[in-house]
């Protein structure tokens, strides 16, 4: 297939199109409005995907919302989310595109039908004419089941490509993901090479379960979202629980927080913090004490090492105690 | 700024951050779109595109602080200058002579206290950091031209400070705000919430020291000094307590990548026998020809593992860390005993059944089993030949033996014999060196002498040889 040259940038990259946000306060701005809060690090990297047109990697614990901002970009750009899921096995006809060969077959059949009833019982050899028509018709658009990755390539509406938990899959099958990634087209050798209208936004997740390959993390911009600041966090219980008051909303954030500078094999994610604000909210707690945080530290806590040893830190009664 | 990227990039692989052409060009074209005097979009511009692994952020984060420390209009170097150059630049004759009067200073130590107190409490970050500034200028008696990576200026402004007093101090406030009413949690939370704060002024005094030292020494110079190795390169055997710490966080992820990466390799690895039920099943689909052959999955013979280790003093590090890693993946072992050994040797193996907290296990090894025989000094021939007299029976043909230590025998007896013999009855024998390779053999090592009876002894000094070495074994 020739390669017809991108019209490069003014850079040298390829264009990544008008932009979807003005500046980084804007894409706070926005995002916030789907509910999701950014910090200035996320906002930064979301605008700077959008304009050099490049892949995301976003890395980090489980529970930081890591899927959930790529589905927030979705929402506030009103675009469609198409997500790929990773998982052990992933191939070409999962993750690309397929052969709709069942379709093919009929469609051989009713030709074959259609020459029988025209030539009578005259044994019906295909010429080559027809057979050329026959290969052109069956490789055609129609007969191409497009899987997520192709799907976000040729929709002409505006999308945002959600490769969730890309760690699962197996090295040799990260390859790929590498054409759609670094040139955003994909090579069908029946049908040539579709490449996007506008380039789609990108994101993929991974927890860390294994080192990705250079060749991959090379194609993406990176970035880790860590456990976020208490001031953030206390933001977003109260964004996602409106019912609680403020003064919960602040002592669930501390306390969460307090639990996190311990020694734990898990430590609470904001998705759990956010249970645990509903649990209360719920239960009708106005203000935490001891009994009450250790009687519900089960939403937080997931390991019964860390239950003991965070029930015992918490009602701790000596101030001495430093860290 | 482009001569600063080339320079920045060029220090980030120094420190040993794999940084490709393409990655920097990048970084180059991301800086169009962000704004240069916003400090903290640049960093943020600078590591989604340069740093690929977050176990490289904290060297990413020491460079960009050197580099780019001079950015941004708080941190304006020269006006600052202007305003306090009057009271105290001349630290050469007034560092030494310590903290007498300030030089006509308008603030004396107590009312300087007393602010950084009273900024601390209220939570006002402003003041936290002018108060960090006249606070470095006056306490950490900076010298020009010394190469130094600024950590002894560090520890003197704190010791002036004395944050654990002001700690007490501000718990006490806090505590008297509530009138003495404080149940556990709450105190708990607040001596949270205040360390927090004091560990924000602990770094606004690193980066003053450090923007001090970059206006002094110069870029290039600083970042030299301050480079550390990354956590998966720092050697167990001359580990700081900060890298140690540094590495318990990384066995963390490592122990879980490993199990992953194991578990796979042993499911796709072979392939088994024929499996005649599924391929027939599978046949049905095909009208009964079996097009697609189906195979069980191989189950092959899961490794026995004997861990013996000496952790005396100077390997200590070395052993835990091991047995955390082996422990970590010991579903992929049909059985993990461990012995750990100075002169004496004992079975820790206890430890670690019935308990989920691997970290916890290895801390009660260091504290309950009884190792020492005469006088706590390595002894590895008394070791193994205990070991063999009580345990040797144990070991059969499935048994991998691993024997991690520096062989650093005081000239005792090496008893080498005994390895011979554990060589007969295992199915291997591997013995972990945590020094560099050319040490062994020197002064009282006698690595070589029970080498010959192993099938490969292995230099292993940094997280990266440990995990390679662990990975082949499984």
Known sequence: MA???QPPGPLGFPDPGPARFASVPEVRERLAETGYLADEGIAGVVHL??????????????????????????????????????????????????????????????????????????????????????????????????????????????????????????????????????????????LGTVRANRIPLVFLTSNNTRELSEALKRRCLYLYLDYPTLEREREIVKTRVPAITDELADQVA?????????????????SETLDWARTLVVLGVESIDAEQAKATLHVLLKYRSDLERAAKELSAEDTQKGR | MLDVLTGFVGELRQAGLPVSLTESLDAAEALHHVPLEDREALKYALGATLVKSSAHWKAFETAFEVYFSMRGPQFDIEAEEGRESSGERPPGDE????????????????????????????????????????????????????????????????????????????LEAARSETDGHMTAL????????????????????????????????????????????????????????????????????????????????????????????????HSLSTGGVPVDPKFRYPRPARPEIFVIADVSGSVAAFARFTLHLVYAISSQFSKVRSFVFIDGIDEVTRFFEGS???????????????????????????????????????????????????????????????LSEIGHRARHVYWLNPEPLSYWGSGDSIVGEYGVYCDEVFECRNLRQLEQFVTELA
């Open chain 1, 49 to 190: 995907a959008d304009r050099l047109a490049k892949p995301v990697l976003v890395e980090g614990p489980a529970g930081t919302g890591k899927t959930e901002l790529a589905k927030a970009v979705a929402r506030a750009t009103a675009s469609r989310l198409i997500r790929l899921q990773c998982y052990e096995g992933l191939d070409e006809s999962k993750a690309l595109y397929e052969w709709n060969y069942k379709k093919q077959l009929l469609r051989i059949q009713a030709q074959r039908v259609v020459e029988e009833t025209s030539e009578g019982v005259s044994e019906a050899k295909p010429t080559a004419d027809s057979w050329h028509d026959i290969e052109g018709d069956i490789f055609s658009e129609e007969f191409l089941l497009a899987r997520p990755l192709l799907e976000a390539i040729r929709a002409s509406d505006p999308v945002v490509l959600l490769i969730d938990e890309v760690d699962r899959v197996e090295l040799e099958t990260e390859a790929l993901l590498l054409e759609v990634l670094s040139e955003y087209q994909v090579s069908i050798p029946e």
């Open chain 2, 186 to 281: 709450e105190e708990r939370l607040a001596r949270d919430e205040l360390q927090s704060r004091l560990d924000r002024l602990r770094k606004e005094i690193e980066d003053e020291i450090r923007r001090r030292l970059v206006a002094d020494r110069g870029t290039e110079a600083l970042a030299r000094s301050l480079r550390k190795p990354l956590p998966e390169d720092i050697d167990f055997m001359h580990a700081t307590r900060d890298e140690l710490a540094a590495l318990r966080r990384a066995i963390h992820p490592l122990t879980r990548k490993l199990a992953v990466r194991l578990a796979r390799k042993r499911r796709h690895g072979r392939k088994g026998p024929l499996d005649f039920r599924s391929t027939m099943r």
């Open chain 1, 3 to 5: 390669e017809e040259s």
């Open chain 2, 356 to 418: 989920d907290d691997v970290g916890e296990a290895v801390h009660r090894i260091n504290t309950e089993a009884d190792v020492v025989w005469v006088d706590g000094h390595s002894d590895y021939g008394h070791a193994l030949s205990v070991f063999w007299e009580r345990w040797g029976e144990e070991i059969t043909s499935r048994t991998s033996v691993l024997l991690l230590g520096d062989a650093r025998n005081n000239y005792h007896a090496s008893q080498a014999w005994v």
């Open chain 2, 95 to 170: 560092g030494g002579a310590g903290r007498g009067g300030g030089g006509g200073q308008a603030l004396s130590d107590e009312e300087l206290a007393e602010m950084l107190y009273r900024a601390l409490l209220s939570g006002n970050d402003a003041t936290v950091a002018a108060m960090a500034r006249q606070a470095v200028s006056r306490y950490a008696g900076m010298e020009p031209g010394r190469p130094v990576g600024g950590t002894y200026y560090l520890y003197r402004t704190l010791r002036n400070l004395d944050l654990d007093r002001l700690l007490e101090r501000m």
């Open chain 1, 254 to 270: 501390r306390i969460v927080r307090s639990l996190r500078t311990l020694e734990l094999k898990k430590y609470p994610s904001v």
